[in-house]
């Protein structure tokens, strides 16, 4: 957290919750005539926000704590879309539901995951599609930043070395973190390097950092595990005796809290992928979200 608030102070954003923590707040605001950039979700649209500072307003068509898988466009997001400077999504099926509605928009869509070698989901009902969660991985999020420091930049030329010099210290802070991460998998016994959440979000982060994965099912939409992954992984879990279990912020924790209990091991619901946290919590900034992710992992995993 202290790295977020570091780089809050570098571009003059706050963490609280209704814009800079992602609160979708009203466009238009009064007396505004910043170019307006719109992202789909908390997550990349304080990503935005840190590489714009003041060159722009940012906003997010979703607040806390929604899940952006499921979500359903309202006739206002159509609005909101149409008086855009800017749509940024980050693709890969994730944020698909806007499509309908950027379609109607002149503003440039910015497509985050772009930038990104996908990994595919191997099993369940999406088998074969792309791995949406990229901007869990430090390196991933690093490339997000710099698709966005181009096109902000080109939104507001005249800012264009401000903008840079932001991109940069984020770019530097998320280099970091991914050190960080790296180091602290590689300090693990190998038989606890294994991450094991609800949702496989973390398959980014997992390849960059030398960890192994299981999950419970592949992508929030699809629902409950099936029998078949519920057992896979009870498998894992007692097979390596991994120290903890984890879900995230937006899921339905029952199944993975009763694969610990049965193992007897710890169980961490606290995980942030999807969604940023309010401004009194864990995770109200992306940078925020990295730091306590890892923190968690590094911490469930060395116990």
């Known amino acids: 957290m202290a790295a977020a608030c570091a780089l809050a102070a570098l571009t003059g954003c706050t963490l609280d919750a209704g ?11 009064g007396g505004d005539d910043r170019p307006l950039v719109l992202a789909t979700f908390t997550v990349i649209a304080d990503l935005a926000r840190e590489v714009a500072g003041p060159a722009a307003r940012v906003e997010s068509l979703t607040r806390v704590g929604v899940e952006v898988h499921d979500y359903e466009p309202t006739p206002g997001d159509l ?17 698909d539901w806007l499509l309908t509605l950027v379609e109607r928009a002149d503003a440039p869509h910015l497509v985050l995951s772009d930038a990104v070698e996908p990994i595919a989901i191997e099993t369940g009902h999406y088998a074969g599609n792309p791995n949406a969660h990229a901007w ?49 998998v590689a300090a693990l016994p190998p038989e606890h390097r294994v991450l ?16 192994a994965e299981a999950s419970l099912w592949p992508v929030n939409a699809g629902g409950q595990g099936t029998p078949r992954a519920i057992a896979n ?71």
């Open 19 to 29: 814009d800079g923590a992602g609160g979708a707040a009203a466009t238009g605001q």
């Open 79 to 95: 609005v909101r879309t149409e008086g855009a400077d800017l749509v940024v999504t980050n693709g890969m099926g994730i944020d």
């Open 136 to 184: 869990v991985s430090p390196a991933e999020g690093a490339r997000y930043v710099e698709q966005l420091r181009v096109a902000i930049g080109d939104l507001a030329p005249e800012q264009r070395a401000a903008i840079d010099e932001r991109a940069a210290a984020l770019t530097a802070e998320l280099e970091l973190q991914g050190d960080r991460l790296r180091e602290g």
């Open 196 to 211: 094991v959440t609800c949702e496989g979000a973390f398959s980014y982060l997992a390849r960059d950092a030398g960890l």
């Open 233 to 303: 992984v009870a498998a894992v879990v007692a097979e390596t005796r991994v120290p903890t279990v984890f879900c995230e912020s937006t899921t339905h924790p029952g199944t993975q809290q009763q694969i610990a209990r049965t193992a007897g091991v710890r169980f961490d619901g606290s995980l942030h992928v999807d969604s940023l946290s309010a401004a009194d919590g864990p995770a109200p900034t992306y940078l925020a979200l990295i730091e306590h992710d890892i923190d968690a992992i590094l911490e469930g995993l060395s116990r």
